[in-house]
């Protein structure tokens, strides 16, 4: 039954609920800016300067649109996608589904620990030794501490990337050179560098496990119908932000790194701490400590979370028990999935000869590539009138997100395409 919106709500109670329900869109959202989209928005900026900045309002508004699916779809159906495509597509699609997101995922938590492995030889001591005891800190984070308190924490401390923003300001960049950068789009179709970044930026941005992780986060807050507003608004707030500070990010890289090689340098990044010259502007010598303890935070954080959220959204969409106060021998499942996905993402990167730069970009390109077939699913579950009733797509909302598709899949054939004939 469709609960009614009532008309007036006294001031103090829209702000109550706004605190209630602000958090989960928010966080999704932002969370492109972890070490695999620092260095993204980074590389891009650094090779192809201020002319990528105009692909992040289209980006912007996809973003938003595909949030506010699934915070809709939590909103109204209470459930999270995984059980969704589950009961809609049958075991076998949502079986198909869950391996490529613990794929996906796994990828993803081995370019966290590259980021700690980089952050780690910054300060001189071995990744050898800072994966491992990063990847002890992380289980005594989640089976000792409670894991809303290791989110603020870890939250908190990613306020140092606007640092990006005060970086990019001191480096006295061209403004000219950067409106023009955002208003007059530029294509390089011929050009298979290109390609792959924009796959990669739309991939680090729009990542496919970010829907799984806001939908399951909306529900958990138990939200009424009423409160989609909300929402929505917690999704807007959060896609503006991130993608603002994605583009500081790229005009930090483009002013300083992108500058310098077109007047003769020859400044090209290998490894992700190569960026640090982006924040010299503000840090000086110490731009490369700030560059640090940022990515430092930023794999830390993504590498407590993401393989804990998995497991969460594999069993829900596989019918495991899955509850982190639970025993082992109670959800078995769960605890396997998560050792898992943390051990195989930390393994990777002990690898020898492991190009940690070429790692985390190609696992954006990789969630790219992955992102119409998780879209395709959406729209087909949030189109439906007997699951969403009168909250179904809007035709705006369908045009933007098909759009999405063909454009993303497009790229993506191109790139295969290119990659296959060599």
Request: glycine share 8%; charged share 10%; aromatic share 10%.
């Amino acid at each position: 039954m469709v609960a009614t919106i009532p008309r007036r709500r006294s001031l103090w109670r829209s702000l109550i609920l706004l605190l209630a329900v602000l958090g989960p869109g928010f966080i999704t959202a932002s969370a492109g800016n972890d070490v695999g989209g620092i260095a993204t928005y980074s590389l891009a900026g650094a090779q192809f300067g201020y002319g990528m900045l105009w692909l992040l309002i289209p980006l912007a508004i996809a973003l938003i649109v595909v949030q506010e699916m699934s915070a809709r779809m939590g909103c109204v159906t209470g459930k999270g996608l995984a059980a969704l495509i589950r009961e809609h597509f049958g075991v076998r699609i949502s079986f198909i589904a869950m391996a490529a997101f613990f794929f996906i995922s796994t990828g993803l938590t081995a370019t966290e620990f590259a980021g700690i492995a980089t952050a780690s030889e910054i300060f001189h001591i071995s990744r050898y030794i800072a994966v491992p005891v990063s990847l002890v800190i992380v289980f005594l984070f989640v089976l000792r501490f409670n894991n809303k308190i290791v989110e603020r924490v870890f939250v908190g401390f990613s306020l140092i990337y606007l640092t990006y923003i005060v970086s990019a300001v001191l480096a006295h960049p061209n403004w000219g050179n950067v409106l023009h950068g955002v208003a007059v789009p530029t294509f390089q179709p011929h050009n298979i560098a290109w390609t792959v970044m924009v796959v990669g930026l739309i991939g680090t941005t729009i990542s496919p496990y970010m829907q799984f992780f806001l939908q399951s986060a909306v529900v958990e807050k138990d939200p009424r119908e009423d409160e989609l507003g909300l929402a929505r608004a917690d999704v807007i707030i959060g896609s503006v932000l991130g993608i603002a500070i994605a583009g500081f990010m790229i005009i930090a890289n483009a002013a300083t790194i992108y500058v310098a090689n077109e007047h003769g340098a020859h400044l090209h990044p290998q490894q992700a701490a190569d960026f640090a010259v982006a924040l010299k502007p503000l840090a000086g010598d110490f731009a490369a400590t700030l560059f640090a303890l940022g990515i430092l935070n930023a794999g830390l954080f993504t590498a407590t979370i993401l393989p804990l959220s998995t497991s969460y959204v594999i069993c829900e969409a596989l019918g495991f028990e899955a509850a982190i106060d639970r025993k082992l021998s109670e959800a078995p499942i769960f605890f396997s999935l998560f050792a898992a996905g943390l051990i195989l993402g930390a393994a990777i990167v002990l690898l020898p000869g492991i190009p940690y730069l070429t790692l985390i970009f190609y696992a954006q390109v990789i969630q790219g590539i992955l992102l119409p077939a998780e879209l395709v699913l959406m729209l087909i579950i949030i189109n439906r009138v007997s699951i969403m009733g009168k909250y179904v797509n809007s035709v705006f909302g369908n045009v933007v997100a098909w759009t999405t598709v063909v454009v993303v899949g497009g790229l993506s054939l191109v790139y295969i395409f290119e990659q296959i004939r060599g």
